[in-house]
């Protein structure tokens, strides 16, 4: 039997945002519990809070002493599925629980209630689900935040696109740039006014693609980048950045920039070793789909 801990020696709490939990108390066993789930959730991002006497305080904890910890923790796409699932094997549980959750927890509910009176038309049940909730209200014309959320938990909203396209799971979008005296990060091409990105971002990709062309439609370069398993809600997308990126400049060759970003990630403790050799293996295999398409 594995180890029992009481209320007092950790806590584990929704994050306000809902997109993971905080895990708070005695450093020994909040360290197990974090590494457990480390093990059984593909993606998971870890951020150990430093606790000074003000923050416990506000947080109401009162047993103050060395040993005290508290970790941030992100669930991203795989680790949202990964609980669908073990929550599936002790109550019907819609594909996309965690997730849809977030966007309307009623509809779920309701939907899980039809779902125990027919368990087998869940995955019938879970489609019109993620159709309603979240493919309708995403629409052409319409437009789509992208939350790139950092390994540290700094959220970089880039800019909004306008939906071109929405089909097979894959969202179509342009970017309009206003210029001003910057360059494109990796592909150190100049960012001019009328400069725009075509973004293309497939449901559950380890990659975002953007497609950068100056305003007379000349190509200026691809940006592709690596990051978790893509989500969609209605008016944004979001996904955990995972540092590295494979650029491509017009007329130049794939390469893969920002390996010592994705190195200092998993020093800190915010990836892990697998995730990070999965990060790799990504850029990796989009340098050598580009290779073969020259």
């Not at 197990?32 to 059984?40: K, T």
Request: proline share 4%; glycine share 8%.
């Amino acid at each position: 039997m594995g180890p029992r801990y009481s209320v007092t020696e950790v806590s584990i709490v929704d994050r306000e945002d809902k997109q993971g939990v905080l895990v708070e108390g005695d450093a020994d066993k909040a360290e197990l519990v974090v590494q457990l789930l480390r093990d059984i959730l593909p993606d998971i991002i870890v951020r150990e809070k430093t606790l000074d006497l003000s923050t416990l305080r506000s947080r109401g904890s009162f047993q103050i002493h060395p040993g005290h910890a508290l970790y941030d923790l992100e669930f991203p796409c795989g680790s949202k599925l990964a609980l669908d699932s073990f929550r599936n094997k002790v109550l019907p549980t819609v594909d996309g629980h965690h997730q849809l959750k977030l966007v309307a927890s009623d509809k779920v509910e309701e939907a899980e209630i039809r779902l125990r009176d027919s368990p087998e038309k869940r995955s019938e049940i879970s489609r019109k689900l993620r159709e309603e909730l979240v493919y309708r209200q995403n629409q052409v014309g319409g437009t789509m935040q992208i939350e790139h959320v950092k390994p540290n938990g700094e959220i970089v909203r880039l800019t909004e696109g306008k939906i071109m396209g929405f089909a097979k799971s894959t969202l179509v979008l342009k970017r309009m740039f206003s210029g001003g005296r910057s360059i494109y990060d990796g592909l150190g091409v100049s960012k001019e006014k009328g400069d725009y990105a075509i973004t293309e971002a497939e449901e559950n990709s380890w990659k975002l693609e953007h497609a950068y062309f100056a305003a007379d439609g000349r190509p200026k370069g691809e940006i592709y980048n690596v990051n978790t398993p893509i989500e969609f809600y209605p008016g944004r997308i979001r996904y955990v950045d995972l540092e590295v990126d494979v650029v491509r400049t017009a007329g130049g060759k794939p390469r893969i920039t920002d390996r010592d970003k994705l190195d200092e990630a998993v020093q800190k403790g915010f990836v892990s070793e697998n995730l990070a050799a999965n990060a790799i293996a990504t850029a990796e295999a989009i340098v050598k789909l580009l290779g073969h398409s020259e």
